[in-house]
């Protein structure tokens, strides 16, 4: 139900945007959110966006330098991403609930996930 693309290397510093296509209506999902896991780490939430009033939710780590935002039209829910780290280096996935209505970036609360892409950032 969701599909990511945009992933790819970059060098410290650079910005790269992840594109998250969904299979229906924004409306459709409650809540949207991107995660990323890194090599030995769990997966954790980045970003995550309520689809009704467009409110988010960001990780610390992230704050001031990634920005989700959804296109209603297309329907998809991009994370722009600038300033990356090598600590960024992650496999980035997508993911959006059918039925809980308050922001969280929780991952049990998502039920639709993508395969994932991978975003690598080089010293």
């Known amino acids: 139900q969701v599909a990511e693309s945009g992933g790819g290397w970059v060098q410290s510093g650079g910005s790269l945007r992840l594109s998250c296509t969904l299979s229906?209506?924004?409306?459709?999902?409650?809540?949207v959110g991107w995660f990323r896991q890194a090599p030995g780490k769990e997966r954790e939430g980045v970003s995550c966006i309520k689809t009704r009033d467009n409110s988010t939710w960001y990780a610390d780590s992230v704050k001031g330098r990634f920005t989700l935002s959804l296109d209603n039209e297309n329907p998809t829910a991009y994370l722009e991403m600038n300033e990356l780290k090598p600590e960024d280096t992650a496999d980035y996935s997508c993911?959006?609930?059918?039925?809980?209505?308050?922001?969280?970036?929780?991952?049990?609360?998502?039920?639709?996930w993508g395969q994932g892409t991978q975003v690598t950032v080089s010293s």
């Open positions: 229906r209506f924004t409306s459709d999902y409650p809540i």
């Open positions: 993911a959006a609930s059918l039925d809980r209505q308050d922001l969280t970036c929780d991952r049990i609360s998502y039920h639709a």
